[in-house]
């Protein structure tokens, strides 16, 4: 069993009267257990210089993480998109099958559970053909 | 303006057979600019009873097609306890006692009414969650009575 850690930590000293601050830890476990998680994709990078919906993490396949991700078991799933913010018109949209999650504009990340299962596929749209890094990486049991 | 950062870190001595330390920091920015910052952010925390699949957090028009961030923790320690989060009717994931998700919220109003609304629901037991959204506006209600 490994024990992987995922902390989040939320701060603002403007935003209202008070300053903000919020910080959480969650220790990666099997569902509904206090088991670590013990498999990765390990961190990957892929880029993209098409405006084309394109598959990221693809539940058509038959092996690896598509077989392993199912909707009864546990799994995070991180990206970010590493280019420069830029004009910050440029932006990745990130879509579960289908639905549109929402945009990640240069350097923004995300960290959201993934239950998976058929069509589940995770999915990236990119606002126009400048090239655009995203590094992402699966937790999975 | 205000100055809102994003940190996420995730680590572990034991996973791989090398140390895994990764670190990010983002500053949460309006769409479409290059470094205005988010001004506006709704703080909840809700018990959420089981056996109903909830609305958390609304569409609406102005929300749509911009930078909104979305942060949602389960606060129950059992671990068996957990909430599924939805848009729409694809269900992203679960949230486990104590597990955490961040992630930007576009609210796509192109398709059916209610189809980017975050929803939740809770199973095994009610489930204390916490959550928050930092975003570009609200639509205000005008006063029945004004």
């Known amino acids: ?141 | 303006m205000a100055t809102t950062t994003a940190t996420i870190t995730l680590s572990s001595a034991d996973l791989l057979s090398d140390n895994l330390s990764l670190s990010s920091t983002v500053n949460l920015n309006k769409g479409g600019t290059t470094a205005t910052g988010l001004e506006q952010m709704n703080y909840h925390r809700a018990i959420i009873p089981t056996g109903t699949n909830f609305d958390l957090i609304e569409e609406s028009d102005a929300l749509k097609d911009n930078s909104n961030y979305v942060y949602i923790i389960n606060k129950n320690t059992d671990v068996t306890d957990y909430v599924i989060i939805s848009i729409n009717n694809e269900v992203i994931g679960r949230l486990y006692a104590g597990d955490w998700a961040f992630f930007p919220w576009a609210c796509d109003l192109s398709a059916a009414a209610n189809d980017s609304t975050i929803e939740l629901q809770a199973f095994t037991h009610e489930c204390v969650v916490e959550y928050a959204l930092f975003h570009v506006g609200e639509t205000l209600v005008t006063a029945a009575d004004s």
């Open chain 1, 1 to 141: 069993m490994a024990t992987t850690t995922a902390t989040i930590t939320l701060a603002s000293s403007d935003i209202a009267d008070n300053s903000l601050s919020i910080s959480n830890i969650a220790t990666l476990t099997t569902a509904g257990t206090d088991t670590g998680l013990t498999e990765t994709t390990g961190l990957a990078r892929v880029k993209t210089s098409s405006g084309s919906n394109t598959i990221l993490l693809d539940h058509g396949l038959a092996a690896g993480v598509a077989a392993d991700v199912t909707a009864d078991k546990s799994a995070k799933v991180y990206i970010k998109n590493i280019n420069d913010r830029g004009d910050g018109t440029k932006f990745v949209t990130i879509l579960l099958a289908a639905v549109e999650i929402g945009r990640l504009y240069g350097g923004d990340w995300m960290f959201i559970p993934w239950s998976g299962g058929s069509g589940k596929d995770i999915e990236y749209t990119a606002s126009d053909t400048t090239e655009t890094t995203l590094e992402y990486c699966v937790f999975y049991e």
